[in-house]
């Protein structure tokens, strides 16, 4: 374990030292970053601003979420998701070899190598925002509370992880696929609306949603409402489930990668 | 004739490459169903003040957006930038005797239709299977009229993406204002919200943008919303930015081929 931080610490070094080095590169993905931060919010207010209740959720609490998602996937983009990007293209060109021969768990140096500190902003973003409505609606938000709220955010980002991974192993069969990652960032996108939104509407078919939707409504649920609720057990589960599915899933997917590009 | 054949070829190479436009066309479609569902509960919960739109118009509108999406929009700019501008393989085509833009309009082509292929399908499974009423214009000429509209429109998508894509000649990282391109594109087409039901102060920035005529009006000129006085003006508008794109795209290519070394950035 005390070897990967240093590993990581390492890795978190030079991805400094290149964002220093190509500074325009840093300013070309803050404005990439703040755009669809901004993008977040505006489509968020745009919905809302025609609404006054949609699932029990009232625009107030709409916008909440979007600041509760927004921290979730700037931590999420700051740590995973141009690493999921980069694992794409290596499958899809064959050249996965080079991973699976270092001596450092795959998993690890496939989902951790980059961190993307351009990403940041949107959780400054997000914070910022939420801090702004709390104080400005007067919502009390105890220690406890707050620390609930950012533990299950961490949990959540756990749940987020392990999908996309889950996905992204399937390239090791349909490499061509290697736009599934585009669809992940979408599919990400959909945890920022209520998730009574899907319950109600899609049925049977909410349950392969259920996870999805938990990952920030949990959270927020707790700050808004101040309720421990089932649904704070089940995000638990949900990310360790996953989690260990992920790992499973790709230890047996190597055993198909033929080191040929798609 | 040749650009027959070209289309062809390139349609071969989009056919072979299926289950990728088939992920592309997921895209298109998840974002319009999410924001229908949104519709749905607001309508549902009786929170809605929308004037002019009824449900029904609002579920027509989102389901024929994925249609408009995956036929009126292009996705060139990358190809252009990474692969045509940053790792040189312009050379190629400049050798070639065809214009890089007709050879890029053709090349894009075939993807718009097998994309739109999975998308009508999914909404005749809708309309039929599941028996949703979608909204379009009755009248036979304003059908008509839309297709030129469509059309036209998707020409200034078109001209407007091999802009976006050039300008990779004088940065070295295009992601950011590809990026934010994107987002502009998603707010001011129509992607998320009528452009109707926009705020009083940012309507008609939004109905005067290029973007505007690229997805929104052709699809409000299908839903039967557009007059025809409305649609000769919006034809009148699609002619003025597709004219004013591509000045821009030959004074780009102009200046901008001069840049170019030929062994990528």
Redesign the interface.
């Known amino acids: 374990m005390r070897r990967y931080l240093r590993v990581y610490a390492i890795l978190g070094k030079l991805s400094l030292e290149t964002l220093l080095a190509?500074r325009?590169?840093f300013?070309?993905?803050?404005?990439?970053s703040l755009?669809?931060g901004?993008?977040s919010f505006?489509?968020i207010f745009?919905?809302v601003?025609?609404?006054?209740?949609?699932?029990?959720w009232t625009p107030t609490e709409i916008i909440l979420l979007t600041c509760g998602y927004s921290i979730l996937i700037g931590v999420f983009h700051t740590l995973f998701s141009t690493n999921f990007e980069r694992m794409a293209d290596l499958i899809n060109w064959g050249q996965l070899d080079a991973f699976l021969l270092r001596p450092l768990d795959s998993q690890f140096s496939l989902s951790l190598w980059w961190v993307n500190y351009a990403s940041l902003v949107r959780i400054m973003l997000g914070a910022g925002l939420l801090w702004y409505i709390v104080q400005r609606s007067a919502l009390p938000v105890p220690a406890f509370t707050l620390a609930l709220f950012f533990i299950l955010v961490c949990v959540g980002i756990l749940l987020l992880y392990s999908i996309w991974f889950i996905v992204a192993t399937l390239l090791i069969w349909?490499p061509?696929?290697?736009?599934?990652i585009?669809?992940l960032f979408?599919?990400s996108?959909?945890v920022r609306?209520?998730g009574?939104?899907?319950q109600?509407?899609?049925g049977y078919i909410f349950f392969f949603f259920l996870p999805l939707t938990l990952i920030i409504t949990t959270p927020v649920k707790i700050l808004v409402r101040k309720s421990i609720s089932w649904e704070m057990i089940l995000l638990v589960a949900f990310a360790i489930c996953f989690f260990v599915i992920s790992r499973l899933f790709w230890k047996f997917a190597l055993r198909y990668y033929t080191s040929a590009s798609s | 004739m040749r650009y027959v054949r070209i289309f062809f070829i390139f349609f071969q190479d989009a056919f072979v490459n299926r289950s990728t436009s088939f992920v592309w066309f997921l895209l298109a479609l998840f974002n319009p169903l999410i924001a229908l569902l949104f519709w749905r509960g607001a309508f549902q919960s009786g929170g809605a003040a929308l004037i002019g739109w009824s449900y029904q118009m609002i579920a027509s509108y989102y389901l024929l957006l994925v249609v408009a999406n995956t036929l009126l929009m292009p996705h060139i700019e990358m190809e252009i930038a990474r692969r045509d501008i940053q790792m040189g393989m312009l050379s190629n085509y400049l050798t070639r005797p065809f214009p890089y833009l007709l050879l890029k309009l053709f090349s894009e082509l075939p993807w718009r239709i097998i994309q739109t292929f999975f998308a009508v399908s999914v909404l005749l499974f809708i309309t039929i299977g599941l028996r949703v009423n979608v909204h379009i214009a009755q009248d036979p000429f304003l059908l008509v009229f839309t297709l030129v509209i469509a059309a036209a429109a998707h020409l200034v998508a078109f001209m407007f993406k091999m802009v976006l894509g050039l300008s990779a000649l004088w940065v070295t990282d295009f992601g950011g204002l590809s990026e934010f391109a994107d987002v502009v594109i998603i707010i001011f087409a129509g992607f998320v919200v009528p452009l109707a039901l926009f705020p009083q102060w940012l309507r008609p920035i939004a109905e005067a943008s290029p973007f505007a005529y690229m997805i929104y009006y052709p699809l409000v000129s299908l839903l039967g919303q557009i007059s025809i006085a409305g649609m000769i003006r919006v034809l009148a508008g699609e002619i003025i930015w597709f004219s004013v794109l591509f000045v821009l795209y030959r004074v780009m290519w102009t200046s901008g081929i001069k840049k170019f070394t030929g062994i990528g950035q």
């Open positions: 190509y325009a590169n300013v070309n993905s803050i404005v990439a755009s669809w901004a993008f505006f489509s745009l919905l601003s025609k609404t006054t209740n949609v699932y029990g349909f061509r696929m290697s736009n599934v585009e669809l979408n599919i996108g959909m609306y209520p009574e939104m899907y109600n509407a899609l």
